[in-house]
């Protein structure tokens, strides 16, 4: 029996979606032991809380500082504390890897790729390492110590292109996209979707993610839905405000000064995503990499709006540039992009065509075939 552990760490909910994602995949094989721990969480509880509520704060309430705390981390004073601090860490890190013993550790986030390959550099912990990277542009604190990473999974060609240049051998990189749910893959009964939602299936559907718990650009992201409720009588909408009650309220407000509760329709919270993203003609949302490559794969094209500073503007760059997305800028009028769009359906149907080109539909299972083949076990499911 072969053992995998599998670290996270919830700074967004990106890492610890594609570590959950690996870990139901790698349960479906035979003679392999899964287990997955939030990395930060176990160096320190109080250091979790402290350190994932300061990024939260400051991505809500200062997104341009985290923009500049992001890109100044890859390099200089910054990264150099970022990296010193990581190897403090790593050595209370040793002692879960040392009682685990795993044959093989996945890494969802940097932190945890860094400090395994510290311990690794030192010959403190004798396993092998995988780095899994979760957007769609690199950052280099993901490859601190790739020497002693065996595996890099990668969302896009471009990003394989630039850990080249940063010295990483090729060997090692594969281009597998973002790790996604085996739900995204199912067959739905969309007649069934429709009658739940209460949704008409004579009228495309628009899926509306606010942004969640960061809840960024509160008047902006009511405008953004104002202006598609306003311009796009024809549609249905689905709007989805998240952990966010102040959100929530104000789309419940529109809806009704719109009178608009026919044809739009208003949820804190939702676990059918891939449902919806199964009848849905275009999402619109912050660019996460995980949303984002749960669109691509569902063949939707993205609507985007309010990305943090940092990594989120990169991904909505590299959207952008491969056609797959349009992105609302603070300096847009939201009527002139949303008319333009929609207005011209030959362009959303490039768009969806050009889904196809980046959607990564096999990454989970891919990624996983790929780990186990490093500790040489065959890929049969129970």
């Not at 209370?92 to 685990?100: D, M």
């Not at 940097?110 to 769609?136: A, E, W």
């Not at 995204?184 to 899926?207: R, S, T």
């Amino acid at each position: 029996m072969k053992k995998i552990l599998i670290l996270y760490a919830k700074y967004g909910g990106g890492h610890y979606s594609a570590a959950n994602s690996i870990r139901i995949e790698l349960e479906k094989y035979q003679n392999v032991q899964v287990e997955m721990i939030d990395c930060i969480e176990y160096i320190s509880k109080v250091l979790n809380k402290l350190t994932t509520s300061a990024y939260k704060e400051m991505a809500k309430k200062v997104p341009y500082l985290w923009g500049k705390v992001y890109s100044n981390s890859q390099k200089g004073v910054l990264g150099h504390i970022s990296s010193r601090t990581n190897k403090v860490m790593a050595i209370k890190l040793k002692n879960l890897i040392k009682e685990k013993n795993p044959d093989l550790v996945v890494s969802t986030h940097p932190f945890s790729s860094q400090m395994v390959s510290y311990l690794r550099r030192k010959g403190k912990i004798d396993c092998k390492l995988v780095t899994v990277m979760t957007d769609f542009a690199p950052h280099e604190q993901w490859l601190v110590g790739h020497e002693y990473s065996d595996a890099f999974f990668v969302s896009n060609e471009t990003m394989k292109k630039s850990l080249c240049e940063y010295g990483v051998d090729s060997n090692k990189i594969y281009v597998s996209g973002i790790p996604l749910s085996d739900r995204f893959f199912e067959k739905f009964d969309k007649d069934a979707i429709y009658q739940e939602f209460g949704l008409m299936k004579d009228k495309p559907v628009i899926l509306f993610f606010g942004g969640g718990e960061f809840g960024l650009g509160k008047d902006r992201t009511v405008d953004i839905l104002r202006s598609l409720i306003h311009n796009l009588p024809q549609c249905q909408i689905v709007a989805i405000s998240g952990k966010n009650p102040k959100m929530n309220a104000a789309f419940l407000e529109l809806v009704q000064n719109y009178h608009a509760q026919d044809r739009v329709k208003v949820y804190d919270y939702t676990n059918k995503v891939p449902e919806l993203m199964s009848i849905a003609s275009i999402v619109v949302s912050k660019p996460g990499g995980l949303t984002s490559s749960e669109s691509l794969a569902s063949g939707l094209p993205l609507l985007i709006i309010n990305p943090i500073p940092g990594q989120e503007e990169e991904n909505a760059t590299f959207l952008e540039f491969h056609k797959v997305g349009v992105w609302i800028k603070k300096s847009d009028d939201p009527d002139a992009v949303i008319r333009s769009l929609f207005e011209h359906p030959e362009k959303l149907n490039e768009m969806k065509e050009n889904t196809k080109l980046l959607a990564k539909k096999n990454s989970t299972k891919e990624i996983c075939e790929i780990v186990l083949s490093l500790i040489s076990i065959h890929c049969n499911q129970i």
